[in-house]
């Protein structure tokens, strides 16, 4: 059976043309106009591409609705607390206990903390950010104003909202007879009937989010790490065991501080992450509520759909495009459980190199699509003839050459928009700064759904999945690296390191490198051009693990544990410590004096650990549980190990989503919880281990090892002379 397991509303998108994000206009009959028209500066755009009749009649589409501007949208962040009993865990399937407070955060200006009385009133009528402070002596009474306010926003925003905040109030709702409850608790998600609602814990924990849009900014998941990372606030601290026994007014300070990170980072930057979910929702034909909760590659494969069905096409099954296009890979893959060979990625030269060109293959991948027009569609087609069209020799795959498949045409169009028109105007200086803001939001979503277009074809849970597509494409892109490596080389650029679609080149005058990116536009028809260059970069030997500084003091980092999460926050400060010393280094002398300091100051958080110097928080992993604990069957990871301790103590069950907080010991069981631990329980030499784990890679590209400095032992090598 086709089509099977395509969602109804899916699928009504899909025949009568709606496009998800964009604006409708309701005339007096109420019938419903798209706002967006064909104007001359599309026809313009237009003629930026090529001729192909697929590419044009998807731009004529597209370019229109990437013209009109994301709305402006009331938008309101919530948070509520519960009255659960202390070392209880509430969960929202069945709500026992009363909402205690709800924080309401609006881009308007509302700023609401509605308490439940239950004793003394609070002494003050604002907190500190300067939130109105309503008692309620009934808990009927709060839920039914925060529904009613709730119900007047189009944008909600919370954080772990489908999980907790919404399905709770719902339910507790539900319990008091409430009538009016706008709050819909669906399969996957939890929906507001009067408008959109986006749990920000979901749309951050998003890869393509992380990586591309936010550039790995933030690598925990929780709201204080994520704002901690990206606005530099925190949540307030308090015993979370004990928030119903707090003081009315720090219950309404801490419960307050919640709604109002969620609404900063719903809201960052000027509303570009909400610029970035219309973009998305409009190319991918997704509602902004799915675009928020799935991955990309559901972003695209709903993309392609949504083409198939217009051009009334059935939508091929994953097993049936495998045993038509095949399912067999040839080459041999470089990573334990891949089925074929990945992208090159280039063995570094180790050590620290200064004033280093990193040049970028525009959209690598997608132009190799595009240009040798690769998709499962054309992959081993049933011709004869095109047998011999074969991109890569070593593997016995074919494409078709009768121009056949829609996908290339699809991607190139995107690619083509982006770089010929989008990233061009993002920065022309005649457009209005709104304008400016609004197709610099178009050019990065293109990017983000471009650099996921060929990956996804790997992907076993994709439903267009071929493993042959996926092979022939990073083939190509083995073989576009070692040719550009060759030019270089030829120039007599040195290639210090070189991964997927990037070269890092160090010295490189920029006359050679204009050339070199001349010489691979025109030898292989890709886009090669400079993305960066770092004021110095520190290589380890390892690949995909390196530090860079840029010219204006930024800092990238790659690989590295100390950016890992889930390490505790005590390493996490030492590894800043040492970052905060290479960002002021600008030539070899200063590295000099750099790397003696950055002995002494790990040396210095090595001794801190041996002393004591630490509250057990500190030392503290904190990882979530993403099942209950009796749903880990063959292995029991450290964090459940500690989950199930709490269990058996409080005669709790601890649910999926709740983060465990735990330390590592010298018992058996090698770990305990937090609040279970004393310091003595600590295994110091598991930490110092965790410590050379986080440096030993950055301080043996500076010539040392973590050994020597905890041991102050000093010795030359040959990394001295970099």
């Excluded at 500066?41 to 697929?54: F, H």
């Excluded at 334990?336 to 060109?357: D, I, Q, R, T």
């Excluded at 994709?462 to 494409?473: C, D, G, K, N």
């Excluded at 992993?621 to 749903?631: A, S, Y």
């Amino acid at each position: 059976m086709w089509e099977a397991n395509i969602r109804y509303y899916n699928c009504y998108i899909y025949d009568t043309g709606l496009e998800p994000g964009a604006l409708y206009e309701i005339g007096d009959s109420n019938k419903v106009e798209p706002s967006w028209k064909f104007e001359s500066e599309d026809q313009r755009i237009i003629k930026l591409l090529s001729n192909e009749k697929e590419e044009i009649e998807f731009a004529k589409r597209l370019v229109p609705l990437l013209r009109q501007p994301a709305p402006k949208l009331k938008v309101l962040a919530l948070d509520i607390e519960v009255a659960s009993p202390r070392g209880m865990i509430a969960r929202s399937k069945d709500a026992k206990w009363p909402i205690i407070s709800v924080s309401l955060c609006g881009n308007d200006g509302l700023k609401q903390v509605h308490i439940l009385k239950r004793g003394r009133a609070p002494q003050i009528k604002k907190t500190k950010l300067g939130a109105d402070i309503i008692v309620h002596e009934h808990e009927e009474e709060l839920i039914r104003e925060v529904l009613r306010i709730v119900g007047s926003y189009p944008l909600i925003l919370t954080f772990n909202g489908d999980d907790f905040d919404l399905p709770y109030l719902s339910e507790r709702a539900k319990g008091l007879g409430i009538r009016g409850n706008i709050i819909r608790r669906e399969k996957d998600k939890v929906t507001v009937e009067t408008g959109v609602h986006i749990d920000l814990y979901k749309l951050f924990r998003n890869a393509s989010i992380r990586v591309y849009i936010f550039k790995n900014a933030y690598l925990g998941s929780t709201l204080d790490e994520i704002a901690e990372a990206l606005l530099n606030e925190r949540k307030i601290e308090v015993d979370k065991s004990n928030i119903p026994e707090l003081p009315p007014e720090q219950l309404a300070e801490y419960s307050f501080q919640d709604a109002y990170l969620t609404l900063k980072l719903g809201t960052i930057d000027n509303n570009s992450l909400i610029r970035l979910l219309f973009v998305f929702s409009r190319i991918s034909k997704l509602t902004l509520e799915d675009v928020a909760r799935q991955g990309i590659s559901r972003w695209i494969s709903n993309m392609i759909f949504y083409e198939y069905r217009r051009r009334g096409w059935l939508i091929p099954n994953p097993e049936e495009i495998q045993e038509v296009r095949g399912k067999e890979t040839y080459s041999k893959a470089t990573i334990e459980g891949k089925k074929y060979k990945g992208a090159l990625v280039l063995e570094p030269v180790p050590g620290p190199h200064f004033n280093v060109a990193v040049l970028d293959f525009a959209s690598m991948y997608p132009s190799i699509i595009g240009t040798w027009r690769i998709s499962f569609e054309t992959i081993n087609c049933p011709h004869e003839d095109c047998k011999t069209n074969k991109p890569v020799e070593e593997l016995p795959h074919w494409v078709c050459k009768k121009g056949l498949g829609l996908i290339p045409d699809l991607i190139k169009t995107i690619r083509d928009l982006r770089v010929k028109w989008y990233k061009k105007i993002e920065k022309d200086p005649t457009r209005s700064p709104a304008e400016r803001d609004w197709y610099g939001a178009v050019q990065r979503g293109l990017k983000v759904l471009l650099n996921a277009s060929y990956g996804v074809f790997g992907y076993e849970n994709f439903p267009l999945y071929s493993p042959p597509t996926a092979e022939m494409i990073t083939a190509i892109g083995r073989k576009a690296i070692l040719s550009s490596i060759e030019e270089a080389k030829a120039l007599g650029l040195r290639v210090i390191y070189g991964d997927t679609d990037s070269l890092f080149i160090k010295n490189a005058p920029q006359e050679k490198i204009e050339e070199l990116c001349r010489r691979i536009r025109d030898k292989l028809g890709i886009e090669l051009e400079l993305d960066k260059v770092y004021r110095y970069v520190i290589l380890s030997r390892l690949k995909k693990n390196y530090l860079g500084i840029l010219e204006d003091g930024g800092v990238e980092i790659k690989g590295l544990l100390g950016k890992k999460r889930n390490i505790p926050s005590f390493v996490r400060k030492a590894f800043e410590d040492v970052i905060s010393i290479l960002k002021d280094v600008r030539n070899e002398e200063d590295l000099e004096n750099a790397k003696k300091r950055i002995v002494d100051v790990i040396k210095g958080w090595c001794q801190k650990l041996e002393r004591g110097e630490f509250s057990l928080e500190e030392v503290a992993f904190e990882v979530m549980l993403t099942k209950p604990t009796d749903g880990y069957v063959k292995t029991t990871p450290q964090h459940v190990k500690a989950a199930i301790m709490i269990e058996k103590r409080k005669g709790i069950r601890i649910p999926p989503g709740a983060v465990v907080s735990f330390v590592k010991t010298k018992d058996k069981n090698g770990v305990k919880p937090v609040e279970f631990a004393k310091k003595e329980d600590l295994d110091l030499d598991k930490y110092l281990e965790i410590m050379e784990t986080t440096f030993g890679q950055l301080l043996g590209a500076l010539g040392t090892s973590f050994r020597e400095v905890v041991s102050g032992v000093k010795r030359q090598t040959l990394l001295d002379y970099f």
